[in-house]
């Protein structure tokens, strides 16, 4: 009834730019905010950015003024453009979607997760 579905990672060099999206289009179900974690080898999954439907956005300070996440409501759609990437941004980034708010899924996490997508900056 759920199914979150990334796409857009890859291998990019320092200083280039990626642009994530997933897909909620085959979930039955419309969310009221939607957000992005990220986990990296070794380390704890952490929160990325999130966003409602009605457009206001979080961010976790080490992405601010580097990333920007959007909400394609209609679409059911979020999308992650990050720029000015980092090799210390190298993880698996996941999607994330609840019917609460983006308070909840900025702070812990919403009910439903993808299966991420690799990003991997390097030289």
């Known amino acids: 009834q759920v199914q979150l579905v990334e796409s857009g990672g890859g291998l990019v060099q320092p200083g280039g730019s990626l642009r994530l999206s997933c897909d909620a289009s085959r979930s039955i179900f419309s969310f009221s905010a939607m957000g992005w974690y990220r986990q990296a080898p070794g380390k704890r999954r952490e929160f990325v950015a999130a966003?409602?439907?009605?457009?206001?956005?979080d961010y976790a300070d080490s992405v601010k003024g580097r990333f920007t996440i959007s909400m394609d409501n209609a679409k059911k759609m979020v999308y992650l453009q990050m720029n000015s990437l980092k090799p210390e941004d190298t993880a698996v980034y996941l999607c994330?979607?609840?019917?609460?708010?983006?308070?909840?899924?900025?702070?812990?996490?919403?009910?439903?997760w993808g299966q991420g997508t690799q990003v991997t900056v390097s030289s």
């Open positions: 994330n979607a609840d019917f609460r708010s983006r308070e909840v899924v900025a702070a812990k996490g919403g009910i439903y």
């Open positions: 966003i409602d439907s009605g457009g206001t956005a």
